[in-house]
């Protein structure tokens, strides 16, 4: 396995399920994201996380819990989502440089996985 | 904080034609600059990016981009377009102090034969 690799590909959900998206990243990277894309609206950044600590959470709703075992690895617990939480989920990896202010030089994506909430 | 536009949802254009895709972008530190593509049920890929030296980025799949700090612009090129580059592209960019890339709104290219 290479790149960065989120299961499920794709997820129906009820509303009141409770179910998990993975991500694995394969290139030692130190810090992991998960995006948002919904139809029509711009990539929200959602969570960071850099060397297993949450570093930003942009508001999200508590139904989304994430989680980061180790710099490898990046869960996002899902419980009691609505309709419009269906979307195209991101996760992400970049190699931080402390140096630089921690710019972030490039930032490398898996495949996303589809969710739908019915 | 910073913030990226780009300022057209979709670009039609015929094969083989020429096609440019604009992006802005504000911030008030130093940034990088990034265009990623994503095809149907895909995630993102990099196309190029800019991070310091000469301000034209050459990137995969035949595309080069311009950095111009006096516009704040950051355009993708691509002097012959194919079929296989219907898509949508994104405009990207890191500033310091902020881990994260923020990303325009996307733009859809439509190649047409």
């Known amino acids: 396995e290479t790149g960065v690799t989120q299961t499920p590909r794709h997820l129906v959900m009820g509303m009141t399920n409770k179910k998990s998206l993975k991500c694995e990243q394969h290139?030692?990277?130190?810090?992991m994201y998960w995006y948002k894309q919904s139809a029509k609206k711009p990539l929200e950044l959602m969570f960071v996380y850099n060397f297993k600590e949450q570093t930003e959470n942009n508001s999200v709703p508590s139904r989304f819990s994430p989680e980061c075992p180790n710099s490898s690895h990046l869960f996002l617990h899902l419980h009691t989502l609505q309709p419009e939480d269906s979307a195209l989920y991101l996760c992400?990896?970049?190699?931080?440089?402390?140096?630089?202010?921690?710019?972030?030089?490039?930032?490398?994506f898996g495949q996303g996985t589809r969710l739908t909430v019915v | 904080a910073q913030s990226v536009t780009q300022l057209d949802s979709q670009v039609p254009v015929f094969e083989e034609a020429p096609v440019e895709l604009r992006c802005n972008y504000s911030?008030?530190?130093?940034?990088?600059l990034f265009w990623y593509v994503q095809y149907p049920n895909q995630g993102l890929q990099l196309l190029l990016k800019?991070?310091?030296?000469?301000?034209l980025v050459k990137g995969i799949n035949g595309f080069e981009a311009e950095f111009n700090k006096s516009q704040t612009s950051f355009h993708l090129r691509k002097p012959s377009v194919h079929i296989s580059d219907t898509a949508e592209y994104f405009c990207a960019v890191s500033a310091t102090g902020r881990r994260a890339l923020t990303f325009g709104s996307g733009t859809r290219l439509q190649v047409q034969p």
């Open positions: 800019y991070l310091s030296g000469s301000t």
């Open positions: 290139l030692g990277h130190n810090a």
């Open positions: 992400a990896s970049s190699q931080d440089l402390p140096g630089q202010g921690f710019m972030n030089t490039e930032a490398f």
């Open positions: 911030s008030s530190v130093s940034v990088y």
